[in-house]
């Protein structure tokens, strides 16, 4: 069974702040996918990263994927109270038939 | 992610009674996948199917849980004799191929209580 950990579990921090999510795993995963999830609503991609080492950015959000794709990081520069909400990693399987999910990091941006 | 329509959002069963929940999938996708989220956890995959066919169901519990996507109409995931266990946010996903490469999206969710 492939798993997919995430740390820290939660994060408060103060707008304007940096932060990293880390998400591991022992497994190799094709490809691993960043969701955000708010209260009452279902995950919302964020990205896809496809290639050992690719890194990709959306605005203020920075995610990298590992050399050795087991693992992946998304770093938020200058979080805004906006960013709060669960931020979910996903890896894809080979035959696109399954996500295995982390359990999520929790994020709380105060003003 | 608002082009995956799951209905009810919320649902109540008494323990004992069925529950079925209906995904419809964005247009033109025709591969449709189930997720349980318990709370405090993450999504858990449940079943993939394709039109008509079931091609992964290893998520499933052997029991009460059933699952398909009939050529006309939503996909259907159907919980007889629930019990309090089974209370959760049940999620579907759809995209458009099978593929690494292919965005998943997803409802917004039903929200199961079995009291």
């Known amino acids: 069974t492939q798993l997919l950990e995430q740390s820290p579990q939660f994060l408060s921090i103060q707008e304007g702040e940096n932060l990293t999510v880390y998400c591991n795993s022992s497994?190799?995963?094709?490809?691993l996918q960043w969701y955000r999830q708010e209260p009452g609503e279902g995950p919302v991609l964020l990205v896809t990263v496809v290639t050992g080492g690719e890194v990709k950015k959306l605005k203020r959000l920075t995610f990298q994927f590992g050399d050795a794709r087991k693992d992946s990081s998304l770093h938020i520069t200058a979080a805004q109270p906006g960013d709060t909400g669960l931020y979910l990693c996903a890896g894809g399987e080979t035959s696109g038939s399954r996500l295995t999910f982390g359990e999520g990091t929790q994020l709380t941006v105060n003003p | 992610n608002a082009g995956v329509m799951q209905n009810p959002r919320h649902l109540v069963r008494r323990r004992g009674q069925e529950a079925r929940l209906r995904c419809s999938p964005m247009k033109g996708h025709s591969h449709v996948y189930w997720y349980r989220q318990l709370p405090e956890e993450g999504l858990k995959f449940m079943v993939y199917l394709q039109k008509e066919n079931i091609i992964d169901e290893s998520g499933m519990p052997k029991e009460r849980f059933s699952a398909e996507f009939p050529k006309e109409g939503p996909s259907i995931l159907r919980i007889q004799q629930v019990v309090r266990g089974d209370s959760a946010a049940y999620f579907c996903a759809s995209s458009l191929f099978p593929n690494r490469d292919t965005e998943a999206f997803f409802g917004q969710g039903t929200r199961l209580t079995v009291v």
């Open positions: 497994s190799v995963f094709s490809s």
